[in-house]
């Protein structure tokens, strides 16, 4: 199968830190959406990174952002349809923070609990530690915030908001719907870009989805979707030195399995270590057929036989730990 890879340049704007964000490998996603893909589905979107950066690069007509989390949903909402409004405000809380931000912060979280307001949204945001957004059991966002920095600035921000717009508005939709009801409204020609929680991840008010979604779930909707002849492409399990994230995806499903080499753990890095992070990507068999099909007109065709299109997205077959010689003990582990 050949996946489509043109140049990948531009820079791409992005609203907020968000954990998990898959903004530091969509080159290696984005090559797997056929060309001339009318819509591009992000039902997990969270910073929507894969929608962002295929709107920038051309490659899907129309958009949907989904995710289960409703205050998230209201923020894209803003974003997209009132950017410089959502710009003032933020840039009010930013500037008003500066004389005691850790109480500031609190103040915020607290008024966000009460009424969930897109712009106390996007400043938490932007001042969490790791961009991880986390809720209590009562469904209270408690997360803390990273006092060592004030958040992204206001210029940048409306710079970073101004451009998500025009890449997104007038043709995105944005619901706050569970997943399946998503792929359920989905027909055979979307493209449908699925980034799930890790199990035991907490990201959501909806107390549903405070455990994360079961992974027997997760692949039930996968089976259903295989039957139903749809085109997906799933970030799922990875690992980061000899620690596995997650449980790969089975057998049954005839998923084709890439490795895509995400570089080096700042994680693992801080403990001293140096080890490599492997993502998976898993494409279905309904996708792998048409990009197969569109590898193969374009072979066929002596205008396009020398484009970019016949490379194949850097793919990693195994990566390396140097962990230092006190923690050594475990092979590196080989990943296909
Ligand atoms: C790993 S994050 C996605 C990150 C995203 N790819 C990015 O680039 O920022 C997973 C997202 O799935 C959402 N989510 C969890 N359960 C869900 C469900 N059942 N249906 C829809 N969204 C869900 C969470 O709120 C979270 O934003």
């Not at 990948?8 to 992005?14: G, L």
């Not at 939709?173 to 035991?200: H, K, L």
């Not at 980061?240 to 700042?266: D, F, N, Y």
Request: charged share 20%; hydrophobic share 35%; with cysteine.
């Amino acid at each position: 199968m050949m996946p489509n890879t043109s140049a990948r340049r531009q820079p791409v704007p992005h609203p907020f830190p968000y954990q998990g964000s898959k903004r530091s490998i969509t080159k290696h996603i984005l090559p797997h959406i056929p060309f001339g893909t009318g819509l591009l589905v992000e039902p997990f979107c969270g910073s929507a990174a894969v929608s962002l950066a295929a709107a920038v690069h051309g490659q899907a007509q129309r958009f949907w952002l989904n995710d289960a989390n409703g205050p998230l949903v209201a923020l894209w909402q803003e974003i997209l349809e009132r950017p410089v409004q959502l710009a003032e405000g933020y840039e009010g809380l930013w500037r008003e923070q500066l004389e005691d931000k850790r109480a500031f912060f609190h103040r915020v979280r607290r008024q966000f609990n009460q009424k969930p307001k897109p712009h106390l949204l996007l400043y938490l945001l932007a001042r969490i530690v790791k961009g991880a957004v986390r809720y209590s059991s009562d469904g209270r966002f408690n997360q803390s915030a990273d006092n060592r920095r004030a958040g992204m600035r206001p210029e940048a921000m409306r710079q970073q908001l101004l451009g998500v717009s025009a890449a997104l508005a007038a043709r995105t939709r944005v619901t706050a719907w569970d997943f399946r009801d998503v792929v359920a409204e989905t027909s055979a020609d979307d493209v449908i870009y699925m980034d799930p929680p890790y199990q035991g991840t907490s990201f959501t008010r909806d107390h549903r989805y405070l455990g994360g979604l079961p992974y027997t779930e997760f692949v039930d909707a996968l089976r259903v979707m295989n039957s139903a002849g749809k085109s997906y492409i799933v970030s799922y399990d990875g690992a980061t030195g000899e620690k596995t994230h997650g449980e790969p995806l089975p057998p049954e499903l005839h998923l084709q399995h890439l490795s895509i080499h995400a570089g080096r753990s700042t994680q693992s890095t801080l403990l001293g270590r140096d080890c490599q992070t492997v993502e998976s990507l898993y494409l279905s068999p309904a996708l792998v057929e048409r990009l197969s099909a569109q590898a193969g007109q374009a072979q066929a065709s002596p205008i396009s036989r020398n484009s970019r299109l016949h490379e194949r997205a850097p793919v990693a077959t195994e990566f390396i730990c140097n962990m230092p010689s006190s923690h050594r003990g475990h092979p590196p582990i080989s990943y296909t």
